[in-house]
T-cell receptor, first 108, second 118 residues
Framework: GQQVMQIPQYQHVQEGEDFTTYCNSS?????IQWYKQRPGGHPVFLIQLVKSGEVKKQKRLTFQFGEAKKNSSLHITATQTTDVGTYFC????????FGKGTRLHILP | GAVVSQHPSWVICKSGTSVKIECRSL??????MFWYRQFPKQSLMLMAT?????????EQGVEKDKFLINHASLTLSTLTVTSAHPEDSSFYIC??????????????FGNGTRLTVT
């Protein structure tokens, strides 16, 4: 079945530094979704990427989908304390499979 | 936007008892709902897919007799943890997709239920 590998597992950054999490699959993905889960909360949908090489931005967040549609990344510019949480990529086979997530911790 | 409501938010029960968790889609009809379990600092693991009017589809390793799923209407799915044990303590989250938006539309999650079995 579909599997997505996500790295790193944890990331500590100083407030104001950039952050990137990567998602990789051994097979071609039809699309990829990104979710954010705040501590103690539930996952919230951020974005979906569908096209090869697609790049989408949401304020300080930049999402990329690889040309081969096997990898994706989420980059946050100038992190803020509100960015704290776990970021999951998710790929759809016949059901949505989540990566293990990257837990972002911001150091003040 | 689409809203999924889950109840209760947290529950503490004694070992051997059963706990029912409800998941409702508030502004759309969901023929399919998904139940996930999340242990601390881990990812979301799909337990089962709840299908309205038919049997749920369970993932490998998930005991269907222990985790009873009922999807009696287009807006309600329930998960019952039967004869709960301390190892069942976890965060249970339901999700659903608005079918009007297509099969690739994002999942909308309930707030989750934190189950503690003593």
């Amino acid at each position: 079945g579909q599997q997505v590998m996500q790295i790193p597992q944890y990331q500590h950054v100083q407030e104001g530094e950039d952050f990137t999490t990567y998602c990789n699959s051994s097979t071609t993905l039809s699309n990829i979704q990104w979710y954010k889960q705040r501590p103690g909360g539930h996952p919230v949908f951020l974005i979906q990427l569908v096209k090869s090489g697609e790049v989408k931005k949401q304020k300080r967040l930049t999402f990329q989908f690889g040309e081969a549609k096997k990898n994706s990344s989420l980059h946050i510019t100038a992190t803020q304390t509100t960015d704290v949480g776990t970021y999951f990529c998710a790929a759809r086979d016949d059901k949505i499979i989540f990566g293990k997530g990257t837990r972002l911790h911001i150091l003040p | 936007g689409a809203v999924v409501s889950q109840h209760p938010s947290w529950v503490i029960c004694k070992s051997g008892t059963s706990v029912k968790i409800e998941c409702r889609s508030l502004d759309f009809q969901a023929t399919t709902m998904f139940w996930y379990r999340q242990f601390p600092k881990q990812s979301l693991m799909l337990m089962a897919t709840s299908n309205e009017g038919s049997k749920a589809t369970y993932e490998q390793g998930v005991e269907k007799d222990k985790f009873l799923i009922n999807h009696a209407s287009l807006t309600l799915s329930t998960l019952t943890v039967t004869s709960a044990h301390p190892e069942d303590s976890s965060f249970y989250i339901c999700s659903a997709r608005d079918p009007v938006r297509g099969s690739d539309s994002p999942l909308h999650f309930g707030n989750g239920t934190r189950l503690t079995v003593t």
